[in-house]
């Protein structure tokens, strides 16, 4: 099967980001000869130089330059895709906030068949693409047979296709602005706000103990808070516990919340889910304590205890205290 | 303001270890606890604030066997005036778009002004609100963390987007909104909140009711299909610690103190 496969850069400040060289590699897992079309879009001086950049991984480059694209809204780029893809074409996205906006309703409205949250493609064979996924919390896999004969919109997840090294694909830019024409949408773009800024600071810290929903209620936070102080870090969390308001956003790991890059990393009660891995940086060491030893969080931690946090917790606080 | 929001039943994935079948055909299901999909109890919460604030009534609406009727009515006792169960075997199967193209169905039934989902349920696929705006031709926006009603039939909406960041658009009504969690405080439901929902008439619709052909959804309509689950080979993964508790604390100050965690 000979579909066009293409790739949505995103970019902000005249960069793009790393999600464009991880969709070449999904692009080769999908079609080895594939020669992935990068689609950039937006307006103004830094668009130039994000197509360069995109053309050192991608033999071509479709560069879309219009005043209302200047701010990356779905509404708006959907409409535009429908009108400038191929019939049968393959999309790649990664699945951030702006894929998820995007991808559902533009593989609708190209009749083309979703595969989201893709973390590999086992190949295609005819017509039928093969990819895994991950579904409950990251607790069980999937492979998901999808028809791509009609064309096919697949959202990658960050981080599972690794970019090859050399970058010199030498690609073409070829200036398709002329073909954007009207572009309106039922949702105006207003700002950005940005997120609170906290007393503390945990993307500055070495030592993080991280809490998440296995402490089960608010009133259970002094135990963290505890072993906090006896090992000298500061208090981070995962995002069901800004959820219910136990902690203040700024406080968040995740990509979501912030990035941040400890030396040591004690997730408590913390599944692990890939929006809060895709938070922590830097290759620390991760102690992982739960009750659930399904809990995704034991695949990427250094060491693990399967113990619930409430009984667990105290007793190594206690121990450290003891140490000094 | 009319709104109607789209819910799934649920295994709880804080309160279960999902474990696959050994042929992989699907999750051991015996022993689950199920619930409703935490997105979109958040997603109720919000349109009965709606509907308090500027009038109007909330409507929940599940697909599924008969057991959705169990969350449907736990997500009426919150404050929603009605259900809405859509049940038929034809269903079964379905991918996201088949789901979508349900839900589309049962929008197009009434005279909506707001469609609500979770941002996303158990398979994280994050698709099924997008794809109902589209089928209907509706305005959609995501990961939604706030919406104020203002004047002519708009709405300001905020998404969550990367690193907390949220950005603030106005869209137009009729439209299709995914709801992402924290963006309130979802009010406990008590059984005597829920016995006086216990006897509220819900009404079922099936496809031909929907106007849909069998062939265009469930597993006859499905473009995409779910091979297997299963198990992925173990990475490195971590070294669990055994013992007793008192063995394991002491390990773990040591591992902790060699790589700088106890200052």
């Not at chain 1, 620390?284 to 304590?289: G, H, K, L």
């Not at chain 2, 199920?34 to 919460?45: I, K, L, Q, R, T």
């Not at chain 2, 929902?197 to 031909?208: C, D, N, Q, R, T």
Request: overall charge negative; charged content about 25%.
């Amino acid at each position: 099967m000979a579909a066009q496969v293409f790739a949505y850069i995103l970019h902000k400040d005249g960069k793009a980001d790393d999600s464009a060289i991880e969709l070449v590699s999904a692009a080769k897992q999908l079609m080895p000869d594939a020669a992935p079309v990068a689609i950039v879009t937006g307006s103004g001086a830094g668009l130039d130089a994000v197509c360069a950049e995109a053309a050192g991984s991608y033999p071509q480059v479709w560069k879309f330059a219009h005043d209302a694209l200047a701010y990356p809204n779905a509404e708006l780029i959907r409409p535009l895709l429908q009108k400038v893809l191929p019939k049968g074409a393959v999309l790649l996205l990664p699945h951030t906030t702006f894929g998820m906006d995007l991808g559902p309703g533009l593989s609708v409205k190209l009749d083309a068949t979703y595969l989201p949250d893709v973390v590999g493609i086992d190949g295609l064979e005819g017509a039928t693409l093969k990819v895994v996924r991950q579904e409950f919390n990251g607790q069980a896999s999937t492979h998901l047979q999808g028809d791509i004969s009609g064309g096919a919109v697949i959202s990658v997840r960050s981080g599972c296709f690794p970019p090859e090294e050399s970058r010199s694909a030498g690609g073409q830019v070829v200036d398709k602005s002329a073909e954007v024409g009207e572009l309106t949408a039922r949702r105006r773009f207003v700002e950005v706000l940005q997120a609170e800024v906290g007393d503390v600071d945990i993307t500055k810290e070495d030592v993080l103990v991280s809490v998440g929903r296995g402490f089960g209620d608010k009133e259970n936070l002094p135990v963290a808070e505890e072993l906090a102080q006896a090992m000298g870090a500061v208090v981070s969390c995962s995002r069901p516990i800004v959820d219910a308001k136990w902690l203040e956003k700024a406080r968040q790991v995740g990509t979501s919340g912030k990035t941040v890059k400890p030396k040591v990393y004690l997730a408590l009660g913390i599944s692990g889910s890939f929006q809060h891995m895709g938070g922590l940086k830097g290759n620390p060491f991760i102690v992982a304590v739960n009750k659930n030893s399904k809990a995704p969080i034991f695949q990427v931690a250094n060491v693990g205890v399967v113990a619930d946090v409430l009984e667990f917790v105290p007793s190594l606080t206690e121990k450290i205290n003891e140490s000094k | 303001m009319e709104i109607l929001v789209c819910v799934k039943r649920v295994p709880d994935s804080a309160e279960n270890e999902i474990e696959v079948k050994a042929d992989g055909s699907d999750i051991k299901r015996e022993d689950l606890v199920y619930s409703v999909n935490e997105w979109d109890n958040y997603a109720v919460e919000e349109a009965i604030q709606i509907v308090d604030r500027v009038g109007g009534s909330v409507t929940v609406a599940s697909i599924g066997n008969p057991d959705a009727e169990e969350v449907v009515r736990r997500e009426m006792a919150m404050g929603a005036a009605n259900g809405l169960l859509l049940t038929d075997p034809a269903f079964e199967g379905s991918d996201g778009r088949g789901i979508a193209a349900v839900l589309a169905a049962a929008v197009r039934k009434g005279k909506y002004d707001l469609v609500l989902t979770g941002a996303q349920a158990d398979d994280g696929a994050a698709q099924v609100g997008g794809m109902v705006a589209a089928l209907l031709d509706w305005p959609y926006a995501s990961l939604v963390n706030k919406i104020e009603v203002q004047d002519g039939g708009m709405l300001r909406v905020g998404r969550e987007i990367e690193g907390g960041n949220q950005e603030l658009s106005d869209i137009q009504t009729p439209c299709v909104l995914s709801i992402q969690t924290g963006i309130n405080e979802p009010r406990y439901v008590g059984i005597r909140g829920i016995r006086k929902v216990a006897s509220v008439e819900i009404p079922v619709l099936k496809a031909a009711d929907l106007g849909l052909n069998a062939a265009d959804v469930g597993r006859a309509g499905a473009r995409v299909k779910r091979a297997d689950y299963f198990v992925p080979p173990a990475g490195a993964g971590a070294e669990i610690l055994q013992g007793s508790t008192d063995e394991i604390t002491a390990k773990l100050v040591d591992l902790l103190k060699a790589k700088g965690g106890i200052k």
